[in-house]
């Protein structure tokens, strides 16, 4: 005890020792007032972090800087920028800082997502890229879609003749049971710790004690020793590696794939396989094979589901892009057909534009995971200092006028001309990052979204319940979290197509 109350009273000092060195530093981007102490964080005045981003860009530009506790912070809100940061300079800025929680949650920062630049990133994401998530890897998972998007069916069917249908927890299993089988091999259940310990993923990154961590590291350690928020991280790191040691013991006990996977090879078979192979083995732990599959289930649950959510949200508010969507989908796979599956998607060209649209207004992580600055470092003009995060506003850039034509109306038909993607090349949409740490379950996470969207859309028609008002008038307001997620659920009537 006596350690956290010491640390509470050296944290002035440190405070006004940090503030008069940060005010040294000439030339650096334009920035608002600030405070002793706090320095712009009264400016940051909505909890959704994006919207207050963008407000504070309209009044002093693309490139601001911001002092947040003790975070030197450069946020990025035009696509040019981001292309200098992403692209131009990206070998300057491909490093991640270092997050309280990754970093206790990640067995010191083995994961991919979060793990500052260097060998073992370089090492772990070409495992990734190579192993884990290429284009073939990624379509050998198919059959799984179909069969989750199949048990998706079945379970609002079952549940339309009851009343409305709460989409969003139905959206949420799907993607959590995707990316567990995927995985690991099996299902999550209702009251499987898996899926709780998903949730407590979530609820952690959203919570304002590590956010304060982040912003004054003295003080947010000394706290977390007597909040309980220690304990808590603690109990959930416990509780995964207990539960990821079983799932590896499990897997060097059978010869293939098992589970719910009818024998078929998951990702910790091939994280095992490499683990063997004497060639990479050296680099590879069981603590590195752990981070990696947790951040298969931080990165690859919410990603999906946001994007369904906000999708379906946004297609109920506009009946006239509903309805040309479902003329596609069932036009092009016709009638006799029980499903949408696989083979068909190459068919729907609208289908695909409207999910793009869906990216573009509401990319599920609407700031970019930061990045760190390696060393000093110029851009357009201004000085960048070693060590500063770089935060990229990614739905701002989604949304500038500059680029895109009445850009807070949903038109899919914006993406069925040119060749404009979310692959890293067009710096106007930028949904899942570019250059060195461009999200490598991209491809994954899309054609999960395409699947499930066009079987919800090709057996069902959907409406918003009776009394709650006209589907343009959506209640659409966001949660604040690491995903931006819809503050309520979306509840809809869904009656089968004949």
Same mark, same amino acid.
């Given at each position: ?12 000092? %440190? ?27 009264? @400016? ?5 972090? &994006? ?8 009044? &002093? ?23 200098? $940061? ?111 310990? $998903? ?88 603590? @590195? ?36 969507? @479902? ?64 935060? $990229? ?63 919800? %859309? ?32 979306? &509840? ?7």
């Amino acid at each position: 005890m006596w350690h956290a109350l010491l640390a509470l009273l050296l944290v002035p000092l %440190l405070l006004i020792i940090h503030e008069i060195l940060s005010t040294k530093t000439s030339n650096l981007p334009p920035s608002p007032s600030k405070l002793p102490i706090i320095g712009h964080l009264h @400016q940051i005045s909505s909890p959704i972090a &994006h919207r207050a981003f963008y407000a504070l860009s309209q009044k &002093h530009g693309p490139i601001m800087h911001l002092q947040l506790g003790l975070l030197r912070t450069v946020v990025i809100t035009s696509s040019e920028l981001a292309q200098e $940061i992403l692209k131009t300079q990206d070998a300057v800025f491909a490093s991640r800082p270092l997050f309280f929680l990754t970093n206790k949650l990640f067995y010191g920062n083995l994961d991919i997502a979060f793990t500052p630049y260097g060998e073992y990133w370089k090492q772990a994401r070409k495992i990734c890229i190579l192993h884990l998530l290429n284009s073939r890897r990624v379509q050998s998972f198919g059959d799984i879609r179909e069969d989750e998007v199949a048990r998706l069916i079945g379970e609002v069917s079952a549940k339309s003749s009851m009343g409305p249908v709460n989409l969003s927890k139905i959206l949420n299993s799907l993607t959590n049971n995707m990316i567990s089988r995927v995985a690991v091999g099996r299902r999550v259940t209702g009251g499987d710790n898996l899926n709780k310990m $998903i949730i407590e993923f979530s609820q952690l990154f959203e919570s304002p004690w590590i956010q304060m961590t982040e912003y004054f590291p003295y003080i947010g350690a000394a706290l977390n020793k007597i909040n309980g928020m220690n304990a808590r991280i603690g109990r959930l790191v416990r509780d995964w590696d207990v539960l990821l040691d079983q799932v590896i013991e499990d897997h060097k006990n059978k010869s293939g794939g098992g589970g719910d996977n009818d024998n078929k090879v998951d990702l910790v078979d091939i994280l095992l396989s490499l683990y063997k192979d004497q060639d990479v083995s050296h680099s590879l732990s069981m603590e @590195q094979i752990k981070a990696i599959i947790m951040d298969m289930f931080v990165a690859g649950t919410d990603t999906s589901f946001v994007l369904l959510e906000w999708t379906m949200s946004e297609l109920i508010k506009n009946p006239r892009v509903m309805k040309v969507v @479902q003329t596609e989908i069932r036009e092009a796979v016709g009638a006799a057909k029980p499903n949408v599956g696989e083979s068909d998607m190459a068919k729907l060209s609208y289908l695909k534009a409207v999910v793009k649209e869906g990216l573009r207004m509401h990319p599920p992580g609407p700031i970019l995971i930061p990045h760190e600055s390696l060393k000093d470092v110029t851009v357009q003009g201004y000085h960048i200092p070693a060590k500063t995060r770089i935060i $990229i506003n990614a739905w701002a850039i989604g949304r500038d006028p500059k680029y895109w034509e009445a850009p807070e109306e949903f038109r899919p038909e914006r993406f069925l001309e040119g060749s404009l993607d979310f692959k890293g090349n067009d710096f106007q949409f930028i949904p899942f990052s570019a250059g060195r740490r461009i999200c490598p379950g991209m491809f994954f996470a899309v054609s999960e979204v395409e699947l499930a969207l066009a079987n919800l %859309l090709y057996k069902f028609d959907w409406k918003l319940p009776e009394g709650v008002g006209l589907m343009e008038d959506l209640n659409m307001d966001e949660a604040p979290g690491l995903t931006v997620k819809r503050k309520y659920n979306l &509840h809809l009537m869904a009656t089968p197509y004949q």
